[in-house]
């Protein structure tokens, strides 16, 4: 190894240390009894039971239809909204395989299994970042139970490229991860969401480390998106102008307010206390990560403000690019439109959170402010889960799966060659042959 390599080496090693051992055999039977509470929480909750009677958005109109009616290949690499989607339309693919009456549960339980494994990859990842089993736990069941992520992206395809994005991020932190597999995962992340350029510098620097296999492949699939997304079209959900002004409030609102209240209680705390809830959310998340650029060492401080930094472009990215007067924070439900925008966001500033909560020493002062912080962190995110939870009436509304599967044969039988098919949420359909559906 000549000179000219080995300082970039270190600095490399510096700020994405090597962690601990892998798992031993005893740690893989943690690691399934968390993948199966995990998928289990998604599926039954109130909002994931109804997922498994509930098609969601593109999973039907897009993916499945485009499963069913066009050859495989073709699917996997056709571009959609402007970007290539060949995670969803690979699991398109296998579900069009199975009866069409398991098509709502076979896209809920594919989007659970994969935000499962997201979670499973945060958890070990993050051993090299933080020292405390509790917080590594805290950290991945977010993925999970995050208040934000159990409503519009709930157990679909068509959302999941949020939770890809950040296993992602952390699947290239993963310096000793499974080769093979973890190289799979990136390479399909980065040709399923649109954002992904954002880990470039990441990919950039593991390169300098050894076993490359992983962030090569994420740069292969970065560069099959790139081309995919050089030769598509998208079509703007409006031409309203851009306000920034709007955009910076919505963006506080949409990210510390929601990480730790989710979007439903928004409109709640916004309109009877104002810019006072930002403040608030904002104090909070800001004293541990303080701490953790005063206490942490140099791989924890990067982490701190590579995580803030990519909190802020996220959110940021996705208004200014989707803007439309309904994400104005004086409309009635506040942040309810595009909840999605929040996930990925929320989870990068929980990451900066907890490595400050991580780094601070037991025997200062500063414990106790910062301990203050954990408390509220956990306290609020506690809360907004089970007031979550309680909520009588899911966020699916509109018809079941197996009602328009009935109409759809109903059709058939008439006389009709093909079947329209509705789905959520409301207004979206697609249409197949009758043979699809059985008459």
């Known amino acids: 190894m000549t000179a000219t390599t080995e300082r970039p080496r270190a600095l490399a090693g510096s700020v994405i240390p090597l962690p601990a051992d892998p798992p031993h055999e005893r740690a893989w039977l943690g690691f399934a009894g968390a993948f199966v509470a995990s998928v289990a929480f998604l599926l039954l909750i109130p909002p994931g039971w109804a997922r498994l009677d509930h098609l969601w958005a593109e999973d039907g109109a897009r993916f499945m239809v485009d499963a069913v009616r066009s050859p495989a290949l073709g699917n996997l690499v056709e571009p959609y909204g402007g970007y290539l989607h060949t995670l969803p339309r690979l699991v398109a693919e296998v579900v069009a ?5 398991w098509t709502a549960a076979g896209f809920a339980i594919a989007a659970a299994m994969l935000r499962a494994l997201v979670a499973l990859i945060t958890f070990a990842a993050s051993g090299a970042y933080l020292r405390s ?98 030769f598509a079209t998208r079509t703007p959900y409006s031409h309203d102008e851009v306000d920034p002004v709007q955009v910076l409030l919505a963006s506080l609102l949409r990210v510390p307010v929601v990480a730790f209240t989710g979007s ?35 791989a924890g401080r990067t982490l701190v403000l590579v995580a803030a930094a990519y909190s802020v472009i996220v ?47 037991a025997t200062t002062w500063e414990r106790a402010v910062v301990g203050g912080s954990r408390y509220l962190i956990g306290l609020a995110v506690v809360v907004s889960i089970f007031a979550h939870l309680r909520v009588p009436n899911t966020v699916l509304k509109g018809i079941p799966w197996d009602e328009s599967l009935a109409r759809a044969r109903a059709e058939c039988a ?9 789905h959520e949420p409301k207004g979206w359909f697609f249409v197949v042959p009758c043979s699809v559906v059985g008459r």
């Not at 296993?167 to 932190?173: C, E, I, M, P, Q």
């Not at 980065?190 to 992983?214: M, Q, T």
């Not at 409109?267 to 701490?291: E, K, R, T």
């Not at 008439?414 to 509705?422: D, K, S, V």
Request: with cysteine; glycine share 4%; charged share 10%.
């Open 315 to 361: 959110i940021v990215a996705c208004l200014v690019l989707n803007w439309t007067h309904v994400l104005q924070v004086q409309v009635p439900e506040v942040v309810m439109a595009g909840q999605r925008y929040s996930i990925a966001p929320c989870l990068f500033l929980f990451t900066a959170i907890f490595v400050g909560l991580d780094a601070t020493p």
């Open 133 to 230: 089993w509790p917080l590594r736990f805290a950290l991945a069941a977010l993925v999970i139970v995050l208040p934000a992520g159990n409503s519009e992206t709930l157990n679909n395809m068509s959302n999941l490229h949020w939770f890809l994005l950040y296993g992602a991020f952390w699947a290239l932190l993963w310096r000793n991860a499974p080769r093979v597999p973890v190289a799979l995962f990136v390479f399909l992340a980065a040709v399923s969401s649109p954002l992904v350029y954002i880990l470039a510098p990441i990919a950039l620097v593991r390169l300098f480390l050894p076993r490359k296999e992983v962030p090569i492949a994420f740069l292969v699939g970065l560069a099959v998106q790139a081309v995919a997304m050089l």
């Open 414 to 422: 008439a006389g009709a060659p093909e079947a329209r098919l509705e």
């Open 97 to 101: 395989l199975l009866p069409i009456e």
């Open 264 to 298: 439903e209680r928004v409109s709640q705390f916004y309109p009877a206390h104002g810019n006072l809830v930002i403040l608030v959310a904002l104090l909070v998340a800001a004293v541990p990560m303080v701490a953790g650029l005063r206490f942490g060492d140099r």
